[in-house]
């Protein structure tokens, strides 16, 4: 066979820099064709002579009868182009009548053609060397809560800001500036940036996985002439990175596809392949792919020698549409032939799927971001919770509080000299009201209730995926859920036929059975099937012949495919249940799909008489026309027929004699099941071929109007006077315990919405049995607008939503891993495997969450109001030294305060119980326990009075009686106690006495900037005792009595139901 020619490089409109780009593979839009870069070694990277130049020129535009040569298109602008002569065949004698073609593929691209196809390169970093500090920085200063300590710490560069400046040494000063401001600054940035470069490098890593994965492409046919016809000799191992567009990849068995490409060929001999596209769309049914049939024919080893010209639309998100068309050249003796393919989604390989079985070979269309799986990846979303949201917002009144209370103790002492100074010196003494611990706290919180969330043995494989949202599953309002997969288990099963003059229940299938028995059993002649003609008036038939009819049009008209699995077993696939479920059905009344490929299928009835069709033609079912049909021929009878079966509300204005079929629908509907209409048509020899010739036409377009010209084509030929064969209900399950569920989530003060896209009474229908609604409740109908007052609805900003699915069209919230797939579940910000679970993950986790959360942000705001007032009294410089206020907020009071996110007010089985104590959360908090820290503080204040005299002590005192003020109110709102919480209350008691007898210089008081200690006889006297303790009872006693008061006469919902 001989060498081909090859066309090498030219960039007038677009530089191809992939270097591996297949010979011949170019980038035409309109009126221009651009070459491709030649992998042939000599040309490969350097710039083409003129002499060569003219050489290719001459060579393109001869047409000498040479095989294999490329011949240039119409209005090409070829150039830089050469040719090797060794690869040129001595003898040109004429090729034997069969494809012998080169590899060319042509992209059209409307928007550029000077785009550059992009390198197949998967990339999900978010950051890069240059990028990580400035975008960090950015989304952690952008929140009013750390751009508001990044200023205080600023100030302290301006010596005339500098709080509490020591003269004992220029160390202490440092030492001092970078605990105070500096460190706590530091350490959440330090956590947030080493949880993000911990992140992203597991995000890099994967990267390079996936892009270092090796897969072998297609060498040039005039490269692999030498070696064996073993199709492993004629390929290389190349990684996924380097995958150029034009490539002819060999995929084998569980191999992911590396890039988007048209199915050239396969390992089965009739040219389908199932794909994997979970990691895609998350729909876990395997997918069916047709290879292109004039390719398939060539075979595995003989694909890399064709030559054509490949078009393919813009790169759009959408995974079910694509739109081409492939030209394949094949060269006689003197005469060249062009066949123009048109190609469809079923001819393409998405990338990141994964091929099922067997083995195929795709010629690369897209890669890198042109890719429908990157078009389909937003940009990861930092999600904040509500709480966050009202933290931040807080923290921007505690700092307009702290300005006025700034003015208002400058104006006390008279606004003279630089009285603006000291307003900036009192605004950083009282920074400490904002706490930066907050966050900290509140994150550390967040990743212990997904901790709790994931590891809950009673809710088993739910996955947190937003760990930042946890608190927000306890302040539901609003839950809107989506009903197939979600409601119901996504189980179909077929329940009813109806034939207009006999319907068969579920308890009568048996007699459907016996009646296509009785039909295949008796001596009919074929011309009297369900797919030949003249099967007489539909009125004399007889009844087995018209359950025939109906149960062979739903055995033949559908996408199923039988697979056998390594142990024996048959299992249909198929892209939606309500196939496969139609399918079993057919198969336990009698009559089995046997084999289906792309041309033809065998159903077998249960006396084993087998029935072969060919298939002429196979339009899918779309949610836009929602229907699907077959053109199918008897090989027996030669009959051809076209069967559709589709949704009501299209298929009742395409068949014929349906007076019956509006009034059963709505009566099937009406008891939940999911209606088809099934009708026929037979098609004469005439009426196929004119159908065929325009169809084939309007495929061949390229553009937005091939699905229109298509869509035209069926409905003028195919979709006119149907015979109405039958009507299915199919019945959908309800999930297990979605009626107690509901019913738990409605008595919790949710109001949940019910999202679908059945019929007004199949979604009534699925309400009232899964008790969305009761039977006593009246439904009102909304079919129109009434007026425009009424046309709109709304939710306050305020009103927390949680939406709910299984399917892709709902990918927030929670999403529930179901049969029609993991996209929702995978979008979502919580994962779950069945409905139920939801009652669990709101009424108990969310509850938890978020009253742990509440409380304890409520400590850490009143733990920093408290000592921000204290110090502020005195003057506007520190009081307390700064190695004490860091350990005030860390040391002595995280872990306490932070073991209250183990508290909980009620055991699991009360909060499912009593589902009522959800309801509180959705309110807002009582005042009272607001107020009742500050008072706390005032009263502190006073207390420090009544010691004046002991002012060499008064640090000691006082900050001993702030710690042990802490301890107590945080052990008076714990209202279960845990091991944790009894360790850290002792511990840190002893750890803050320990630090006393090591660092007594810090508990000493310093009046005239002179260092002085604490006299440790002091604190071990009875007057350091009983000083402590006057001051804890009057700032810690008026609480507990508060507390006590309000539990006896108001107790709160979860005390009430804990006494029962």
């Not at 890099?204 to 030498?226: C, F, G, I, K, Q």
């Not at 917002?393 to 006390?412: D, E, G, N, P, R």
């Not at 249940?577 to 249960?606: F, H, K, Q, Y």
């Amino acid at each position: 066979m001989p060498s081909p020619r090859f066309a090498a490089d030219e960039y007038p409109l677009s530089t191809l820099t992939p270097s591996n780009l297949m010979p011949g593979l170019s980038l035409e839009d309109d009126d221009r064709l651009v070459s491709a870069r030649s992998r042939r070694g000599s040309s490969r990277g350097r710039p083409q002579s003129e002499e060569e130049e003219e050489e290719s020129r001459a060579l393109l535009s001869a047409d000498d009868g040479d095989e294999g040569e490329v011949v240039s298109a119409p209005r090409a602008s070829l150039s830089h182009a050469s040719t090797r002569p060794s690869m040129r065949r001595a003898d040109r004698s004429p090729s034997p009548p069969r494809v012998s073609i080169l590899r060319m593929a042509v992209l059209t691209f409307k928007e550029s053609a000077a785009s550059n196809f992009p390198p197949n390169i998967v990339r999900n970093q978010k950051y890069n060397v240059v990028t990580f500090l400035p975008i960090v920085f950015y989304e952690q200063f952008k929140f009013f809560f750390n751009f508001y300590f990044l200023v205080v710490a600023l100030s302290q560069f301006i010596p005339a800001l500098k709080i509490g400046e020591s003269q004992i040494s220029t160390f202490t000063n440092a030492a001092g500036y970078i605990v105070t401001y500096v460190a706590p600054l530091a350490f959440v940035l330090a956590v947030t940036m080493g949880k993000e470069a911990y992140d992203d490098y597991c995000r890099y890593l994967r990267d390079r996985e996936a892009n270092s994965t090796r897969y072998l492409v297609l060498l040039p046919h005039a490269e692999v002439m030498s070696m064996s016809p073993a199709l492993q000799a004629q390929t290389r191992s190349t990684p996924s990175s380097s995958i150029k567009v034009g490539d002819l990849v060999l995929l084998e068995k569980n191999q992911r596809v590396p890039a988007d490409m048209v199915l050239l060929t396969t390992s089965e001999e009739e040219g389908t392949c199932f794909i994997r596209t979970d990691q895609l769309d998350g729909e876990t049914d395997w997918k069916l792919k047709v290879a292109v049939a004039e390719t398939q024919a060539l075979g595995e080893a003989n694909v890399g020698a064709i030559e054509g010209v490949l078009h393919a639309d813009v790169p759009i998100k959408d995974i079910h549409t694509f739109q081409g068309s492939l030209t394949l050249r094949s060269t006689g003796p003197g005469s060249q032939t062009e066949t123009k393919i048109p190609l469809s989604v079923e001819n393409v390989l998405w990338a990141d799927t994964v091929l099922a079985a067997g083995s195929a070979v795709g010629l690369v269309v897209y890669t890198g971001r042109d890719t429908r799986a990157v078009l389909n990846t937003s940009e990861p979303e930092t999600k904040m919770g509500t709480l966050e949201w009202e933290v931040n917002k807080m923290a921007k009144i505690l700092c307009a509080v702290t300005f006025a209370l700034s003015i208002f103790l400058v104006a006390l002492n008279g606004f003279r000299g630089e009285w603006y100074i000291y307003v900036f010196r009192f605004l950083i003494l009282f920074s400490s009201i904002i706490p930066i611990s907050l966050r900290v706290n509140l994150d550390m919180g967040k990743t212990f209730y997904s901790h709790q969330i994931q590891n809950d043995r009673e809710i088993p494989g739910t996955i947190v995926r937003t760990s930042t949202l946890p608190e927000e599953l306890g302040r539901v309002e609003y839950l809107l859920t989506d009903k197939t997969g979600t409601l119901t288990r996504n189980e179909m099963e077929l329940k009813k036929l109806h034939m207009g003059t006999v319907v068969f229940a579920w308890d009568s299938m048996d007699e459907v059975a016996h009646l296509l028995s009785q039909a295949f059993g008796e001596d009919f002649n074929r011309k009297q099937s369900s797919v030949g003609p003249g099967a007489g008036p539909r009125g004399r038939r007889d009844i087995s012949v018209r359950v025939k009819d109906a149960v062979m049009a739903l055995a033949t008209c559908h996408n199923v495919t039988p697979v056998t699995n390594d142990d024996g077993t048959v299992t249909y696939q198929a892209s939606s249940p309500d196939e496969v479920a139609i399918v079993e059905w057919t198969e336990s009344v009698g009559l089995t799909l046997v084999s289906r490929d792309r041309n033809s299928m065998t159903v077998r009835s249960r006396n084993g008489e087998t029935v072969s069709f060919d298939i002429l033609a196979l339009f899918p079912f779309t949610s836009e026309s929602k229907r699907m049909g077959i053109i199918i021929k008897d090989r027996d009878t030669g009959a051809t027929t076209f069967v559709q079966k589709g949704a009501d509300v299209v298929m009742s204005q395409i068949v014929q004699k349906n007076d019956w079929l509006d009034e059963e629908c709505g009566n099937m509907a009406r008891e939940g099941l999911r209606t088809l209409v099934v009708g026929r048509k037979r098609l004469s020899e005439d009426a196929l071929n004119a159908f065929e010739s325009r169809y084939k036409a309007a495929q061949l377009i390229v553009g937005e109007e091939r699905t229109d010209a298509m869509q035209a084509a069926i409905s003028e030929y195919l979709e006119v006077d149907l015979e109405l064969l039958a009507l299915t209900g199919v019945e959908d399950k309800l999930q297990e315990d979605v009626k107690s569920t509901l019913e738990l989530l409605r008595n919790a003060g949710l109001k949940i919405w019910m999202l679908t896209g059945d019929k007004i009474e199949t979604a009534t229908n699925i309400a009232v049995s899964s008790k969305l609604v009761s039977r006593n409740q009246y439904i009102h109908q909304v079919s129109k607008h009434s007026g425009s007052g009424q046309r709109y609805a709304g939710l306050c900003p305020c009103q927390a939503r949680l939406l709910l699915g299984d399917r892709r069209r709902i990918v927030a919230g929670v999403g529930i891993v179901g049969k029609e797939g993991k996209q929702a579940s995978l979008a979502a910000d919580f994962s779950i495997t069945q409905f139920s679970y939801l009652a669990i993950l709101l009424l108990w986790h969310g509850r938890n969450s978020y009253k742990r959360s509440a409380k304890l942000s409520q400590f850490v705001i009143h733990r920093g109001l408290i000592i921000s007032v204290i110090q502020a009294v005195f003057s506007s410089i520190f009081y307390f030294a700064r190695w004490l206020q860091v350990g005030y907020a860390t040391l002595y009071t995280m872990a306490p305060v932070f073991s209250l996110v183990l508290d909980r007010d009620v055991t699991e089985d009360l909060a499912l119980l009593y589902p009522e104590l959800y309801k509180e959360l959705t309110k807002v908090r009582r005042p009272h326990s607001a107020y009742s820290d500050v008072l706390g503080g005032i009263i502190m204040l006073l207390s420090l009075f009544l010691f004046e005299s002991e002012f060499l002590h008064i640090v000691a005192i006082s900050f001993t009686a702030l710690v042990i003020n802490e301890l107590i109110m945080v052990a008076l709102e714990i209202t279960t106690w845990h091991t944790y919480m009894v360790l850290s209350e002792l511990g840190t008691a002893v750890v803050y006495f320990g630090s006393m007898a090591v660092l007594p210089e810090y508990f000493g008081k310093r009046p005239c900037r002179v260092k002085l200690t604490t006299d440790l006889r002091f604190v071990l006297s009875a007057a350091f005792a009983y000083k402590v303790a006057i001051i804890v009872a009057i700032s810690s006693f008026p609480l507990y009595v508060i507390k006590a008061i309000h539990q006896r006469f108001n107790p709160a919902a979860y005390a009430k139901v804990s006494e029962l």
